[in-house]
């Protein structure tokens, strides 16, 4: 079966911390995707990755294809940044997986003033 | 652009009652999807649609249908409601599944069966 794990389920930050959301998958895939779902239920993409780095202002994904695993980094955390953190991932093509994603369970971050 | 719209916001439905969520993009995407998600869950692909006329079955599409009859547009009809099916419900929108592509959701629908 095809599976999502990402790691802590939950992450309690003081303002200013470097944060880490951990994300690692099965099998291969075509695409990675980081996910930010605010109170009030709105999801809003981040990133997607199919290789590397990528940086948008506070924040940075990164993948290793190699190992199956991705993490996304918050550097200089803020309240605002409070959120629960989704990693889901489109596998390779092939059989009734294609083009179809799969997602972790989520981390509850929570950043203090 | 609006992105990806989808009604009601909340609905209360007692059980063996009937209902559609609508879904709508306007951003010209090939595919669309329909998500629940459960409390401390991650979401569960119902349906999704690779074009007009194409559907096909996710992880858990037992209770409910949808259709494609245009781009823009895709339906989520809930027959027969049950407790089971209280939920949040997503519908999301895509260009591809390829990279490169970034996946929009809809603001989110939360059903509840009584």
């Known amino acids: 079966k095809n599976e999502v794990e990402q790691s802590p389920q939950n992450l309690t930050a003081q303002e200013g911390e470097f944060i880490t959301i951990n994300c690692s998958y099965s099998v291969g895939i075509s695409a990675l995707h980081w996910l930010q779902q605010h109170p009030g239920g709105g999801i809003v993409s981040l990133f997607m990755l199919s290789s590397g780095k990528k940086k948008h202002g506070r924040l940075i994904a990164t993948i290793n294809i190699q190992e199956k695993h991705s993490s996304l980094h918050i550097t200089a955390s803020h309240p605002r940044d409070s959120a629960v953190y989704i990693c889901?991932?489109?596998?390779?093509?092939?059989?009734?997986?294609?083009?179809?994603?799969?997602f972790g369970q989520g981390t509850i971050l929570t950043v203090h003033p | 652009n609006a992105g990806v719209t989808q009604t009601p916001k909340f609905r209360i439905l007692k059980i063996g009652q009937s209902m559609t969520l609508q879904c709508t993009q306007d951003?010209?995407?090939?595919?669309m999807y329909w998500y629940r998600q459960d409390p401390g869950m991650g979401l569960k692909l119902i349906y999704y649609s690779v074009g007009a006329g194409i559907t096909d079955k996710g992880e858990v599409p037992n209770g409910y249908n949808v259709s494609r009859s245009t781009t823009e547009d895709f339906p989520l009809r809930l027959e027969l409601a049950a407790p089971s099916q209280t939920s949040v419900y997503f519908c999301a929108s895509s260009y591809s599944m390829w990279a490169g592509n970034t996946i929009y959701f809809g603001e989110g629908s939360w059903l509840t069966v009584v």
């Open positions: 951003m010209n995407h090939n595919y």
């Open positions: 889901a991932v489109a596998w390779n093509a092939g059989g009734t997986s294609y083009g179809k994603l799969t």
